[in-house]
């Protein structure tokens, strides 16, 4: 069974340090993969997606995460955290044999501290 | 365009009471999803449906049920709400299935408590 593991239930970093987020997923074909913002008492925000190709990609707000097919991993990264970054964090996977579905990780909550 | 509208925002139901949410999109989007959200437990899909008329179960659906009668609309219902159902509801919409997949659209989300 597809599953998505984000092995950080909560993180807190200084402001201006460096923010890295773990993602893994178990999955026989080749993954979507996402990344989703959620600042509090809102909805879900597309940070960025891979699908295929460059197994770097960039995202909105300066974020950018790398798929490693061999650690099964989309881990997200920001090089310099802003106070404004303070949010719970979701990977997510996209189902391709029983299309529509997409299996989100149980988050990681981002604390940024002064 | 509004984008992806969730109604209502907030809601207090007694056990055994019923309600429905809708949730509404605004740009022709022929999937749409339900979720809840827990503490801990990410989203889980409650139900989906990929075309007006269609629904089909995601990971949790027992104690829910969904209808699409309109394309631009999909209704969450709790029969006999459960206080195991207190949780944070989020609708979610794609386009359609040509071009690869896509990001989900996801709506506000209603804050439901069950006493």
């Known amino acids: 069974a597809q599953s998505v593991t984000q092995p950080d239930i909560h993180i807190t970093v200084s402001e201006g340090a460096s923010l890295e987020l773990r993602c893994n997923y178990s999955?026989?074909?080749?993954?979507?993969l996402f990344w989703y913002v959620q600042s509090p008492g809102q909805g879900l925000q597309l940070l960025l997606k891979?699908?295929?190709?460059?197994?770097l990609v960039q995202g909105i707000k300066g974020f950018e995460a790398e798929f490693k097919r061999s650690q099964s991993s989309f881990n997200l990264r920001k090089p310099s955290v802003h106070w404004s970054d303070a949010a719970e964090y979701f990977c997510?996977?996209?189902?391709?044999?029983?299309?529509?579905?997409?299996?989100f990780g149980a988050g990681t909550q981002v604390v940024v501290t002064p | 365009n509004a984008g992806v509208t969730q109604t209502p925002k907030f809601r207090v139901l007694k056990t055994g009471q019923s309600m429905t949410l809708l949730c509404a999109q605004d740009?022709?989007?022929?999937?749409m999803y339900w979720y809840r959200q827990d503490p801990g437990m990410g989203l889980r899909l409650i139900h989906y449906?990929?075309?007006?008329?269609?629904?089909a179960k995601g990971e949790v659906p027992d104690g829910y049920n969904v209808s699409r009668l309109k394309k631009q609309n999909f209704l969450l219902g709790l029969e006999s709400a459960a206080p195991s159902q207190t949780s944070v509801y989020f609708c979610?919409?794609?386009?359609?299935?040509?071009?690869?997949?896509?990001?989900?659209?996801f709506g506000p989300g209603t804050r439901l408590t069950v006493l």
């Open positions: 997510a996977v996209a189902i391709t044999d029983s299309w529509g579905k997409f299996q």
């Open positions: 999955y026989g074909a080749t993954p979507y």
């Open positions: 891979y699908f295929s190709g460059d197994t």
């Open positions: 740009m022709n989007h022929e999937y």
């Open positions: 449906s990929v075309g007006e008329g269609t629904t």
């Open positions: 979610a919409s794609i386009p359609n299935r040509s071009g690869g997949l896509n990001e989900q659209f």
